[in-house]
């Protein structure tokens, strides 16, 4: 029995669970239909959403990966002979009773320019990703980011010619079929320069309709663009240096390095949470391409500097250039999603606060509480911050009611 590969049999939460889903990934049960849980997958995202999107006990949701090799050495089947379940081969006799989250009606619509809405956004969590512009131009230039299949999913599973027209409509239907408060923007780098007045036209529209907004695009040279970001109403500021060492930087993303070089995702971020003063600015950080002292490190450093850190476990996906690498384990992941929360909570910065936000393809720094031995209670801060859920959930409900369609 070897409990050191996974954190589920010592820890016993559904944060340990979903930490050990994000690295290994299921196996299939007997009963369960491979190819139709393929369908289910849509792949719409860069780096990491590849498998089902499970619900654990506690109401955590993961996105656990099932179609790549290394999934088949996970000590978790999916058993989907009566209620779903899993089971950890090293504890058989406990049964834990999950849930699949249902594939969305509106993937099975098209927009009235008769793209398929699956290919215009896709459902992460509870909120909606949408990949707004050309595909990455590292791809074209053949020095994308090792991990990444952005330039796989472009033209396959991402529309390519899709308009602010189709985003906005794929975002009205979802609304109607689901409980939905955040549309999440990413691209990219485009060698013709990014429209950024393309990007602020969509987001004005998404807020018009009371949604919270994200936007994650390479670093902006111009701080005067962040400023007409936030004022356009962005909520949260993404900026992915991925890493926090330089070596492993340049090793693993060589269009960035080329591009921009490490420190200049590090100083925007600075600026973005500083200067600009975003409600919130997430710096992205992988997991266990670079030694777990570093990820530490840039855990540490982001939030010194207001910055919540979004730790990502590596996924060896296909089609990426690091499809045959093996994939990290949770027990050596473990420490750096510790520092997470311990870092954010020391640091009083608002994790989980947004309403309705639920994430499946990173442990976000509130879950990680679920990781944490008993001492790290963390009751003054834990107060502070039910008190700003209290109060962002008002202000997100009365956002939507003033955005109400009216008929
Ligand atoms: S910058 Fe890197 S991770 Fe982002 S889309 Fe381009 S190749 Fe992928």
Known sequence: MDHGRTVWPSIRTPAALKLDLLCCGLRLGAR?????LRDRIVRNRAGLAS???VVLPGGLVVNAAFVEPHCQESPYVLDLSGQPRLVH???PEEMISVRLEPTPVWYGLCTQSGLPMRDVASKQGSYLAVYWGDRCANWTRKEQCHFCTQGCNWGAADAINKQAADVLETIDVARRCQHLTFVHINAGFDDAGRDVEHDLALIRQIKRRGLYVGYQVPP???TEVYRQLKAAGVDNLSICPEFFS???FKRWCPGKERREGRDRFYQAMTVAAGEVGFKTVNGEIIAGLEPIDETIAGVRWMCERGIVPTVCAFRPLRGSLLQD???PSPAALLPAFRELYRCCMQAGLPIGV???IR???VMTPDEAAGLQGPRAAWPVQRAALAARRLAALADSRCRRWMARPRV
């Open 220 to 222: 902006i040279a111009d």
């Open 354 to 356: 947004a309403p309705g």
């Open 51 to 53: 498998g089902l999107d």
């Open 89 to 91: 081969e090293d504890c």
């Open 32 to 36: 369960c239909q491979h190819s139709a």
């Open 325 to 327: 690498a093996p994939a």
């Open 246 to 248: 330089d070596a492993a």
């Open 359 to 361: 994430v499946a393809i």
